[in-house]
Nanobody, 124 residues
Framework: QVPLVESGGGLVQAGDSLRLSCAASGLAFSGYAMGWFRQAPGKEREFVAAISWISGSTYYADSVKGRFTISREHAKITVYLQMNSLKPEDTAVYYC?????????????????WGQGTQVTVSS
């Protein structure tokens, strides 16, 4: 497992933007995919976005396409989730994840490494 530490959550209003960060540690990181999941109160955990650490290819849930952008910074071993045009239904605990399997599979797998989660609350 890879230690992951999220930051950047908070309380914002609908239409606002927020950027989440996830710092990873470990040297052998090139073979990983990283991503974000979220879980709203009373709902199941769901896939949000994923990125291939090597190629930078990105994948998104339909609910966030066009509003969220996932990116990574090699030097800092950090992945970001830029969230724009936030909606109340985006309110959830957001988890950073990492896995050795392909980024395009992340929507249908349970990643091996999880961060502690960061709360995002969007008020209407």
């Amino acid at each position: 497992q890879v230690p992951l530490v999220e930051s950047g959550g908070g309380l914002v209003q609908a239409g606002d933007s927020l950027r989440l960060s996830c710092a990873a540690s470990g040297l052998a990181f090139s073979g990983y995919a990283m991503g974000w999941f979220r879980q709203a109160p009373g709902k199941e955990r769901e896939f949000v976005a994923a990125i291939s650490w090597i190629s930078g290819s990105t994948y998104y849930a339909d609910s966030v396409k066009g509003r969220f952008t996932i990116s990574r910074e090699h030097a800092k071993i950090t992945v970001y989730l830029q969230m724009n045009s936030l909606k109340p239904e985006d309110t959830a605990v957001y988890y950073c994840v990492a896995d050795r399997r392909a980024a395009q599979s992340m929507a249908v797998i349970t990643p091996s490494s999880w961060g502690q989660g960061t709360q995002v609350t969007v008020s209407s």
